[in-house]
């Protein structure tokens, strides 16, 4: 079976500074990795996902994630960050067959002015 | 397309009284599935299903069943509403097991 760790529950930041979101899974096959954002009173929208091939991986609203194998992460970042980038993001794993799919614990990122 | 798209978006319930939250998806997704998600956690698996007329539990499916007739619909049932199942309910699908799983916008269900 999967499972996934965020490590920070809350991360605060002031407004264009960079935030790293930190994201460890484990699993004994190998894995899709998603990151999911979702706003106030909103459901679940998608940031970016790694199924295969480059490690980096570009998503939405200018975050990205780099997939490290040998520690296991999935990491998600963004260089300078935005009063709308409030929200709860959650990782998400899935196995590399069947249909087992599991999100992470959630961190919420909150953008001071 | 819509995508997902849950009815009501607010309900509150009396202790027994019960209730189907709707879940319609235009994608023709194959695998659908019911989240809770309760303040300060993550989400819950209820119950999912991997196409029309197969469903199997998730990790809290004591007090909810569900059922699925179509590829579109995923009808949520909760027989005996009970305190505990105050919640925000999110329908989700994918079009397989381990692809991206697309979200509707939810419901919130207070059982008083």
């Known amino acids: 079976a999967q499972s996934v760790t965020q490590l920070d529950s809350q991360v605060p930041v002031f407004e264009e500074a960079p935030v790293e979101l930190r994201c460890n899974y484990s699993s004994s096959v190998s894995v899709y990795l998603f990151w999911y954002v979702q706003y106030p009173n909103q459901g679940l929208q998608l940031l970016l996902k790694?199924?295969?091939?480059?490690?980096l991986v570009k998503g939405i609203n200018g975050f990205e994630a780099e997939f490290n194998k040998s520690q296991t992460s999935f990491h998600l970042r963004k260089p300078s960050v935005h009063i709308s980038d409030t929200a709860e993001y959650f990782c998400?794993?899935?196995?590399?067959?069947?249909?087992?799919?599991?999100f992470g614990p959630g961190t919420r990122l909150s953008v001071l002015p | 397309n819509a995508g997902v798209t849950q009815t009501p978006k607010f309900r509150i319930l009396k202790i027994g009284q019960s209730m189907t939250l709707q879940c319609t998806q235009d994608m023709n997704h194959n695998y659908m599935y019911w989240y809770r998600q309760d303040p300060g956690m993550g989400l819950k698996l209820i119950y999912y299903s991997v196409g029309a007329g197969i469903t199997d539990k998730g990790e809290v499916p004591n007090g909810y069943n569900v059922s699925r007739s179509t590829t579109e619909d995923f009808p949520l049932r909760l027989e005996l509403a009970a305190p505990s199942q105050t919640s925000v309910y999110f329908c989700a699908s994918s079009a397989q097991g381990r692809n991206e799983q697309f979200f509707g916008p939810g419901t919130r269900l207070t059982v008083l």
């Open positions: 998400a794993v899935s196995a590399s067959y069947g249909q087992n799919f599991v």
């Open positions: 790694y199924l295969s091939g480059s490690t």
